[in-house]
């Protein structure tokens, strides 16, 4: 026998009987989507500590590591979803509040608020979200004087599905102060039925006896349902510092059950907080962006468009920052080196921000800052993206909920660029996709329907909304993965399975890329895992 070959064959008994590396967790005879850059796929995977040891062919870990096995029995193995837009702590508070999203007519709301008052009678205030007058027979926006005799005595607000709208009634009206008479900078008040707006919402909310004694049970009951849905990273967008410092303490104790990136909102407070204490990059919790918002939404036809509302003459919407404001915001972020993410739904508003943007952004810049949302673009805008280096962050299932009245609102020339997710990922090559729970539901793989068969997972719609927009299914899967790392400048730790990186996995019993639409529908987490600890097991 030649020599060579001969040692070869004794290294490989040795190697082979011999299993040289310990590891604390070895996931096999899995179909392993790694989503690094050549697409690989594995069939096991070794974790050791928080961290991912090696990927490869189920002989070849086995065989090299030793350590806690789970046989994933065929079913797919991706890295842990991420949702690049939402809002963890709103959410959690939805858990917890009057929840009218379904609710059919004014009447089964009304019914709604008397149940719930009944069931908290020691309730300071009552807060809820969720209506939407569109689902209605009436189509029309609820009026408070009902609900003042329902709720005479404590302050009641009701935000509208896409928290834009609210409505209040008369001890909430009285409590900020609001009459007849009030107008309000960036808002609109309709005092006699007691339907707020934007910047007016915000008022009335920041003066409300909110009542949240524990923190961390309240985003540990919101964040549990993120695991369950195999998410392992979420977004919380625009909030004030008192928030930030709770997550802060929570991610201190380690007790954030997943992991956070947080902006806050663009306040003199917060900005004051960043000058002095810096930014927060630790594992689970990232705090070095901010959240501005430059107009409302186009279901409460408060986006800010270019020419009126196709169904409301003389009415385009709202710039809830004023094109100097957001300038400033965004010179503040540039000097204190933030990432700068701004909530865009119409042209108008888009238009503004990228030129506010592009005075601070220099051609190949690596700052990523981002438009939330970006539902109208105008086509001489486009090229900005690519241009500035500026990151679309949509959400596929606000592109299916608002299909049936889009048209209405925008008529058929803005559609054209409406929800246009496909060109715009074409802008830069990539695209982060999210939810903005809890103004939709919190699964990703809803996100990955829309966004691929721009078709509701739940079947409402009965065809396509604008189908030439739809993403690849590996494009869908970036975009809640790798594309949703990169653009919170997380992509080193999380985003896709590579050795090096946290060991956030999810084990779905379905294979996203190869399913049917019908498959996909019935998709279970099996399993879902947060720095190599299993947090979840179906
Ligand atoms: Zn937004
Ligand atoms: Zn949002």
């Known amino acids: 026998m030649n020599k060579i070959v001969f040692t070869l064959l004794v290294l490989c008994t040795v190697g082979c009987g011999f299993k040289s590396e310990k590891a604390d967790l070895i996931i096999h005879n899995a179909k392993i989507y790694s989503l690094d850059e050549q697409n690989s796929v594995h069939q096991a995977i070794a974790i050791r500590g928080d961290s991912i040891v090696a990927l490869g062919a189920e002989r070849e870990i086995l065989n090299k590591f030793s350590g806690k096995q789970i046989d994933a029995k065929g079913a797919t193995l991706y890295p842990g979803f991420i949702d690049a837009h939402s809002h963890l702590y709103g959410y959690s508070l939805t858990q917890i509040q009057l929840d009218l999203k379904g609710v059919k007519s004014e009447s089964e709301m009304l019914a709604k608020i008397a149940a719930f008052k009944k069931a908290n009678p020691t309730l300071k205030a009552i807060t809820g979200r969720g209506w939407d007058e569109s689902e209605w027979p009436t189509k029309k926006l609820p009026s408070r004087t009902r609900i003042d005799s329902i709720v005479p005595n404590i302050p009641l607000l009701l935000g509208r599905v896409d928290g834009h709208s609210a409505i209040v009634n008369k001890a909430a009206l009285d409590l900020a102060d609001f009459n007849s008479e009030t107008t309000i900078e960036g808002g609109y008040v309709d005092y006699n039925n007691g339907i707020l707006k934007e910047v007016a919402v915000q008022v009335v909310a920041d003066k409300l006896p909110f009542n949240i004694t524990d923190f961390d049970k309240l985003i540990n009951r919101g964040a549990n349902n993120c695991i369950e849905a195999g998410l392992t990273t979420v977004c919380d967008a625009g909030l004030p510092l008192e928030v930030l410092k709770n997550y802060q303490d929570l991610a201190a104790k380690g007790n954030l059950p997943v992991r956070l990136y947080a902006m806050a909102e663009p306040s003199q407070e917060n900005f004051h907080y960043y000058k002095t204490q810096g930014t927060v990059d630790e594992p689970f919790f990232k705090q070095y962006a901010v959240k501005a918002y430059a107009d409302g939404s186009l279901g409460s036809r408060s986006a800010a468009l270019i020419g009126d509302y196709h169904d409301d003459e003389g009415n385009s919407g709202i710039l809830t920052t004023s094109p100097d404001s957001l300038e400033k915001i965004a010179e503040l972020c540039d000097a204190l080196g933030l990432q700068l993410n701004t909530h865009c739904i119409g042209d108008r508003a888009l238009n503004v921000t990228l030129n506010a943007y592009s005075k601070f952004l220099k051609p190949n810049n690596d700052k990523r800052w981002r438009i939330e949302h970006v539902q109208v673009v105008q086509e001489s805008d486009l090229d900005l993206f690519g241009k500035l280096g500026v990151v679309p962050s949509v959400q596929p299932t606000h592109a299916t909920s608002d299909a049936k009245w889009a048209a209405e609102r925008l008529g058929p020339n803005r559609l054209n660029l409406s929800y246009a997710y496909q060109t715009l990922t074409k802008q830069l090559g990539w695209i982060a996709l999210g939810t903005d729970f809890p103004v939709e539901d919190i699964d990703p793989i809803a996100t990955f329907y829309s966004a691929v068969f721009r078709e509701d997972i739940g079947g409402k719609l009965n065809e396509k909304f604008l189908a030439e927009e739809a993403l690849t299914r590996e494009q869908a ?29 999810v084990l779905l019993n379905t294979d996203l890329l190869e399913a049917n639409p019908e498959a996909i529908k019935n998709t279970s987490v099996l399993l879902t895992i947060i720095g190599g600890k299993v947090v979840f097991k179906k």
Request: glycine fraction near 10%.
């Open 477 to 505: 899967l970036r975009g809640i993965t790798i594309w949703a790392a990169l653009s919170m400048h997380m992509e080193d730790e999380v985003g896709s399975l590579e050795t090096g990186k946290k060991a956030d996995l």
